[in-house]
């Protein structure tokens, strides 16, 4: 399923045969966490820009509209009309994040819904049934995240009951493969490695289920506290114990600097809601940094966000004009913000891929990172 075409120190250009389609790594993952991308592109606008894959999350398509009424719409693919990869997350995450509402036990979790308050229970089984039912390409395993700065017994805990989860949610993948009403039985399953910012941890759970011979794997609990050098060094350690014939995947993350320097430490996979969410608050990205189009200084700028860019709307529009839209309230503004964002990101996989394939990533890496630096806006 996994083929690596080219080795660039430990950079890798490969490509993943699914049953949507082949995905081309490394890759950027468009988020639409409710099967949508927020800030209205549809499944033609994500075409137009290079999307290969879609992620939709797990826990909010269970809470609305409900997985079940998915299924009986087809699965995810026909209900968002999107014929490429979707990977839908497991729901781990919001056990996280909802630490207020939960209660973890070896079953699973219950917690509130942020929606109307009712109670929900899941665990691997429960994760891996709403996956079958989304029918996505890439389903992820159940885990907990813990606090990467939490007690070493809490982490060592949690990371053990996450390989238990793992393994069942294996079991419960295969079991539901073979029913007959199954819309995806070639569903795949990537496993998670947690530890925290604890190395030996790390370590030990990369091994342990790099034994499952899972169809891929990802580093996750990330981004969520600790230094970006302190991530670094989590993947310097952990990642070349993730079996080398897998697809790895960085959850989360990240900045376009994050995503050059996990490909450089052989990640092949990354989602994160930066594009999406910073282009709403008019924040779009060039290869000089980060802007704010809601500046003063935009007034009455007549250059296209980025004049290197030849996305929809770099070909059409100012900067001045969109910081209008912004300024006014006018959807169509975050609209553009959103779509330029998602192109930048794609187009940077493009040029990651490349400069692999050429073996000239070293070079691309301290190009790039410097011109990142620079900062535009300052």
């Known amino acids: 399923m996994f083929t690596i075409q080219t080795e660039d120190g430990a950079a890798r250009r490969g490509s993943f045969a699914t049953v949507h389609g082949v995905i081309e790594t490394p890759v950027f993952m468009n988020v639409g966490t409710a099967a949508a991308i927020k800030g209205a592109l549809s499944t033609e606008d994500l075409k137009t820009i290079h999307t290969q894959v879609q992620l939709s999350n797990t826990y909010h398509l269970h809470v609305r509209p409900g997985d079940e009424v998915i299924k009986k719409l087809g699965g995810l693919h026909k209900f968002m009309v999107w014929d490429r990869p979707i990977l839908t997350d497991s729901g781990g995450f919001q056990v996280f994040s909802l630490a207020g509402l939960r209660k973890i036990r070896e079953e699973g979790v219950t917690f509130h819904s942020h929606v109307d308050g009712r109670l929900i229970f899941m665990g691997p089984e429960e994760s891996m049934r709403i996956q079958s039912n989304l029918a996505s390409t890439i389903a992820m395993a159940f885990d907990e995240c813990p606090p990467s700065k939490a007690e070493r017994k809490y982490i060592e805990e949690s990371v053990a009951r996450t390989t238990r989860w793992l393994k069942r949610c294996k079991d419960e993948m295969h079991r539901l493969s073979q029913l007959p009403d199954t819309i995806n039985p070639a569903q795949m399953l990537f496993g998670i490695n947690q530890g925290g910012v604890l190395d030996d941890i790390r370590i030990a759970h990369a091994k342990e289920i790099a034994q499952l011979d899972l169809d891929g794997y990802a580093v996750g609990g990330l981004a969520v506290g600790e230094s970006h050098e302190e991530m670094y060094h989590i993947l310097d350690v952990t990642v070349p114990h993730l079996p080398k014939e897998k ?42 940094g980060r802007l704010n189009l809601k500046n003063a200084k935009y007034e009455l700028d007549d250059r296209p966000i980025a004049e290197d860019c030849d996305c929809p709307v770099c070909r059409t529009y100012s900067r001045a004009y969109i910081r209008h839209l912004l300024k006014a309230g006018e959807m169509l503004g975050l609209r553009f913000c959103v779509m330029h964002n998602l192109h930048y990101y794609n187009t940077l996989m493009e040029q990651i891929r490349d400069a692999i394939a050429e073996h000239r990533f070293e070079a691309f890496r301290k190009e790039k990172l410097e011109s990142l630096a620079s900062g535009e806006d300052d």
């Not at 490909?263 to 996979?269: A, K, L, W």
């Open 247 to 288: 697809p790895r995947y960085l959850m989360g993350v990240g900045t376009p600097a994050n995503i050059i320097e996990a490909v450089y430490r052989g990640v092949d996979f990354f989602d994160c809601v930066y594009p999406s969410r910073n282009g709403r608050h008019g924040h779009v990205y060039t290869d000089r």
